[in-house]
Nanobody, 124 residues
Framework: QVQLVESGGGLVQAGGSLRLSCAASGRTFAGYTMAWFRQAPGKEREFAAA????????DYTGSVKGRFTISRDNAKNTVYLQMNSLKPADTAVYYC?????????????????WGQGTQVTVSS
């Protein structure tokens, strides 16, 4: 069973940076796609970024492209989301997700493993 544990959230001023981590366990993730989603209060969960574990290729939603970077560390079975130039609009609970298919999709229903989420708050 896949287990995902996020960490690294917090409070930061606009323009600042945070790095989120997602520790993954329970499987070999070579054929997986890992993603970060976010959900702001009163809004639907939305896709932020994804990475194919075996190739390292990445995908981003337009609003974070150029500011966020997703990466993975094979030795540590950990996925990261480096977030720079943060804006108040980035405030949300950030979730790590996994799917056992090495293709990109932005639909949360396509991912069958989720972490508990970590809060990111960006003050103006």
């Amino acid at each position: 069973q896949v287990q995902l544990v996020e960490s690294g959230g917090g409070l930061v001023q606009a323009g600042g940076s945070l790095r989120l981590s997602c520790a993954a366990s329970g499987r070999t993730f070579a054929g997986y796609t890992m993603a970060w989603f976010r959900q702001a209060p009163g809004k639907e969960r939305e896709f932020a970024a994804a990475i194919r574990w075996i190739s390292g290729s990445t995908d981003y939603t337009g609003s974070v492209k150029g500011r966020f970077t997703i990466s993975r560390d094979n030795a540590k079975n950990t996925v990261y989301l480096q977030m720079n130039s943060l804006k108040p609009a980035d405030t949300a609970v950030y979730y790590c997700a996994a799917r056992a298919v090495p293709t990109f999709t932005t639909s949360p229903t396509a991912y069958n493993s989720w972490g508990q989420g970590t809060q990111v708050t960006v003050s103006s």
